[in-house]
């Protein structure tokens, strides 16, 4: 609905005032029209049961309700506006659906990148790893923008760590899960540059079809083809790819940090003795959800057909790719949980050493949430307590919060 009012009000499409300020009241008082997921090749269907809310048809939320969109209308004290010549078109006709999902895709993958920073890096002191990849020496010989961003963060965060430095000479060269961090993390914030590069021009764009100007004092009519979704399609399909990257790489890691022959800490990361499975089952559930976003990482775009007749016979499939890189997004946020937990209670380990500047503060905070675990017990509420963290950004501000407290007092990073 952002999406359509910020094209519409632009004056190219052709309607009037009011449909746009009845658009933005519905969004200020909390009038959210309900659409079927599925049945989009780029628009028609989500804008479509929006029209149709707007005219006092359909259905929509309002009040934790799902109403008749009439009586939805109602309630937020909004009346029904009847459409005016071209304006139920208009509201079909660009490129909504793909721009406002995806921009919600890559908005959750931004937040997701700093966050496998942070479990990579906790991961790599748990696991006794070499930091010297990550010298800015190295990264100059490949400035990938992405990749001396993330190598710089890694320093930042392991700023200080006492356990790596009692361990500095442990191993020459780690696993590429650990030595590859900044490549991978920095090809996903490269990729995730371009993909908001493309979401931020198109969010401010007119794709409607035709679009109207006048010239002269006369109303001239452009129909173009500003309403296919490929560019924007083709940028989601690769930020699920990226999203993929993160996944698996963080799977990676989670079932290194619990098999004890490559990580040389206790058995499934429970005191020595005991006869608890600890953390055995959680990569299991890490590995099946990466294999889903390995599937969600398959391009959309791809499976263009014939629609219309003959005469959309190209679409961009790019509502299936912007729900592919949304749903991707969700299940990283659980996969860098279960990395999180288990790279904790690895962590744990190796107390009285200390993690370092950033990675310190995220275990502080989850331990504040989860428990070391001496002992089998539920393990779904402890992953869903380090998602939440994730997902309400309360991990992150914490670790945020470290860096900049860290650099303050004047400590290199």
Known sequence: MATMLAALAQGRSGVGVALVQRLAAMLNRGVTPWAPSQGSVGYLTATAHIGLVLFGRGRAWYGGQLLDGAEALRRAGLDVVEPGPREGHALISGTYEITGIGALAAHAARALIDVADVAGALSLEALRGNQRGFDPRVQVMRPHPGQVATAARLRALLEGSEILAANRDHRLQDALSLRSIPQVHGAVRDALAYVEGVIEIEINAVTDNPVFMIEDEELVALPNGNGHGAPTALALDVLAIAIAELSTMSQARSDRLTNQHLSELPAFLVPDGSAASGFMIPPYAAAAIAAENRALAAPATVHTVSTSAGQEDHVSMGTTAAIQARTAAHNAT?????ELLCATQAADFHAPLRPGAGTR????????????????????????????????????????????ENQD????L
């Open 334 to 338: 659980g996969i860098l949980a279960i």
């Open 409 to 412: 007092q004047g400590r290199p």
């Open 361 to 404: 503060a995220a275990h502080a905070v989850i331990r504040r949430a989860v428990a070391f675990r001496d002992s089998d017990r539920e393990m779904a509420p402890d992953i869903e307590a380090v998602r939440v963290l994730i997902a309400d950004g309360a991990l992150a501000g914490e670790v945020a919060r470290a860096l900049a």
